[in-house]
């Protein structure tokens, strides 16, 4: 019987691509037990994800995808942790023009399992919103965190550059819409939802193309 549970954080900043800048709020979340937790994005302020950990070994740190809003604070995290940092291949594009002098410790590829308090998270690969974007599922726990891949009402934006919305679409469809219903989807921003409360929505994100 495993312990593990899910927590969460909001840490804010600035999301800066094609020349343009954002202020945002990101959201956080941790995975585990009293003893060790991964970090599901890292973002901004790496001193409210340490105090968040509270001392807990750090497994990994799982970037859902390189955008500088979920990776700024990855490094000062694994320094103060020792824990490798985790992305897409896919995704070092994104990842260099944040941390060019730094690379990923590992490879978040399709199908691999991060193990964490007795329980498990599989590596599901959903290119579109950025090439390298995955969500992590862990069907013990019910939960899919899903990155910027898809929000409370839909897709995450694809409107700036490495992003593609039939790739979006494609992935949604095919990768989560197909997880079961009552699945709830912890998002890189905002409020969480399930995949029931999504998938009837599917023609009308399409409709409407965004
Ligand atoms: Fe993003």
Redesign the pocket.
Known sequence: MSDARVEHLTTSGV?T?DGGSWEVDNNVWLVGDDEEVVVVDAPHDAEAILAAVDGRRVVAVLC??G?N??VNAAPAVADATGAPILLHPDDRVLWDMTHSDRAPDGELADGRTVKVGGTELTVLHTPG??PG?VCLYAPELGVLFS??TLFQGGP??TGRSYSDFPTIVDSIRSRLLTLPEETVVNT??GDSTTIGAEAPHLQEWLDRGR
């Open positions: 999301f691509l859902t995808h955008h809003d979920h919103h950025a974007a990155g910027d995450g934006a890189g921003h």
